[in-house]
Every structure is written in C-alpha cells, then in structure tokens.
C-alpha cells in the first residue's frame, strides 16, 4: 500500500462543473495536508494546505479533512479549461525534516470546453 | 509566497561531462531544501533531501557519488550530476522548505546526448 495514495483518472468535467479529488494516506500520526498544481512540463505549484479537519475556501477551491478517515480532498468549483493539470497530494508526517512530504501518484484533470 | 529561482532552466551536454544546477530561495531562508526528478508523465520521485551545512540525506537507490548536493547557504543548494549519461535525462527539480511547507523552483530539463 502506497503511503499517500490518489486516483490516477485521468478524471473529465465539462466546464463549469465541480471537479473532486481524492487522496488517502497510511499514517494516522500526518499533520500537513498540501494540494498541488502540476502544469504539464512544469513544476508542482502550491495551491492549498490544510491542518484541521473539516473544509477551507479559498476562491474557487476547497481543501477538505478527514484525519479519522484519513482522507483529504479538493474540490474545484466552476471548473475552467486552465484548470486542466495533474494535481498533486501531499501528506507530511510527525516526526519527518520540515517540509518534507510524501507525494500520491497525482490525478490529471481535464476540464473540457 | 515564497519564490525559488532554478539554473539553468534547460541543459543539453555530451555523454560524460558533469552538470551543475543552481537552486535559490529568494526571499526567504530554506534550512531545508529537496531535490526531485521526475520523467515524462511519471510521479515526482525524492532524491535527496539537504540541510544548510550539513550532509545530505539521499532517498534509497540514489548514488550519492553520482548527484553531489551541496547546501552551502540558507539561500543556495546545488546539484551536480556528475559523469552524466542518455538515462539521466529528467526533469529535475528542487524545492525549499519553509516551516512545513515546499515551495518548488521552475525545474531544469538535463538532456544527454
């Protein structure tokens, strides 16, 4: 079992619609929660992170936790073509050198016109 | 947010020769930063991670004689790929840590001919 595990997809919306991302992670003492944005040929850029559990807004996306069912989440409303990408969680542990993360796999987003 | 800077962007060099690559937090200070690589449409994979003024710890299956990392200052970490050959073309890409979270530079693209 991968440490931080995400569907692969690649996961289609049409424009306009919510896109919802997943990602579930083996160990329960993980207190930093990060969404990334991966452009194609470019590096992962931050767009989210989250500590407690339950929601976080921040514009058009909302990071969501769970620690008892160790699930984080991203929901992306009014979905748009820009927002096509692989997106990219990332869990850090307890006990681990600051900042270090362990990163899921990614799931790639189409957001179709 | 916080920026990182990476150099060169883009190298191409002959089988052999050794490549150097800049990292640089600009406006804050990384006492840790990470370096990645990562092939076409695969996951980001850890090599190592670097303290300021201390050794590296590189991830398992990463030569430590082949990519020599040195983190000299708060703001500078670089990575040199030494005796470079066709299978060590990637996509590499660094990152600073600051408090819990990583902020990546734009990545350099290593070619060997």
């Known amino acids: 079992q991968k440490e931080v595990e995400q569907n692969s997809g690649p996961l289609s919306v049409p424009e306009g619609a919510i896109a919802s991302l997943n990602c579930t992670y083996s160990?329960?003492?993980?207190?930093?929660f990060f969404w990334y944005r991966q452009y194609s040929g470019k590096s992962p850029e931050l767009i989210m992170f989250?500590?407690?559990?339950g929601d976080k807004e921040d514009g058009r996306f909302t990071a969501q936790l769970n620690k008892a069912s160790q699930y984080v989440s991203l929901l992306i409303r009014d979905s748009q073509p820009s927002d096509s990408a692989t997106y990219l969680c990332a869990v850090n542990k307890a006990d681990t050198n600051a900042g270090k993360s362990t990163f899921g796999d990614g799931t790639t987003l189409t957001v179709k016109p | 947010g916080a920026v990182v800077s990476q150099h060169p962007s883009r190298v191409i060099c002959k089988s052999g020769t050794s490549v150097k690559i800049e990292c640089r937090s600009l406006?804050?200070?990384?006492?840790?930063m990470f370096w990645y690589r990562q092939f076409p449409k695969k996951s980001l994979m850890l090599m190592a991670t670097s303290n300021e003024g201390s050794k590296a710890t590189y991830e398992q299956g990463v030569e430590k004689d082949k990519f020599l990392i040195n983190h000299a200052s708060l703001t500078l970490s670089t990575l040199t790929v030494t005796s470079a050959h066709p299978e060590d073309s990637s996509f590499y890409i660094c990152s600073g840590g600051w408090g819990d979270t990583q902020y990546f530079g734009p990545g350099t693209r290593l070619t060997v001919l």
């Open positions: 989250i500590y407690s559990n």
């Open positions: 160990d329960r003492g993980s207190q930093s």
């Open positions: 406006d804050f200070q990384a006492t840790t």
